[in-house]
C-alpha cells in the first residue's frame, strides 16, 4: 500500500450565506463528480451552511465520472488519496473557522460508504452523517478501526426500499452496527430506487439544523 501525503481533492463550494455556521461535505456515488451534489444542496436550502463539494480522486473503470475506491475485493482497494484529500478538506473547513461539530458529511452511494468509513475513524466526533443508499464496507475492521470518540457522532441513515443496486437491507445492517457500537444512530426507508428523492430533503435539513433534539416521525 502506497502513502500519500497531503493529497488535494478537486473541490467546489457553493453557499447562499455569508456567515455559515455550517460546513457540509458532499460525497458523490461512483462516477459522479463535483458538479453532482450541488442539485442537492439547492434542494436542502439549509441557509447558513457552506457546502463542499469534492471529486474523488480516481477514474471510474467505467471509463466516465470518478470513483472513491479503486480496486476490486480479489486484488484489493486503494484509496489512500481518497483518506489524505478528505483529511485535507477537513483541516481547512477548520481552520476556516468550523468546529468539528459544525462539520457534517452527506454521502449518496458510494460516497454514504465513503462518510461512514472515514468519519468513524476520527479522532473526534462531528456534527452528523448521513449516508444516503449506503452501505459499510469494511465491517469487521471498522469494529477495531473505530475511535471511541466517533461513537458520539449522530449518524442519519436513509434508504430507498425499491433500490436495485444497494438493497435496504445493507443500511439496516448499517444500523445495527452502529447501534452496537453506541452512535446515536436513526433509519429511516422510504419507497424509492437509487436516488435521492425530494421528499426526504426535509429529513436532512432537520437533522442538519436540530441535530441534538432531532427525532424521526
Known sequence: MSVVVNFE?????????MDSNKAIIGLH??????FVFEQVAKILKIDDAQWHFPRAPYKSESGTGFTWFHGSDKIGWEYEKTISGLTD???????????NKDIYLVG????????????????????????????????EKIKSEGTKESKETPVLLLHGNQDEIIPVSASITSNSILKERGNPVFLK?????????????????????????????
Not at 10 to 15: A, D, E, G, K, Y
Not at 29 to 34: I, S
Not at 194 to 200: C, E
Open 9 to 17: 481533492l478537486i473541490t467546489r463550494t457553493f453557499s447562499s450565506n
Open 29 to 34: 456515488g461512483w462516477k459522479g463528480d463535483e
Open 89 to 99: 478538506l477537513f483541516i481547512k473547513i477548520k481552520s476556516s473557522g468550523f468546529s
Open 108 to 139: 449518496f452511494s458510494q460516497g454514504a460508504c465513503l462518510a461512514l468509513e472515514f468519519a468513524l475513524r476520527l479522532p473526534y466526533a462531528i456534527g452528523g452523517i448521513v449516508p444516503i443508499a449506503g452501505f459499510i464496507k469494511f465491517k
Open 189 to 217: 426507508t422510504y419507497d424509492a430506487g437509487h436516488k435521492i428523492p425530494i421528499k426526504i430533503a426535509p429529513i436532512i435539513k432537520k437533522f442538519v439544523l436540530e441535530t441534538k433534539d432531532f427525532t424521526l416521525v
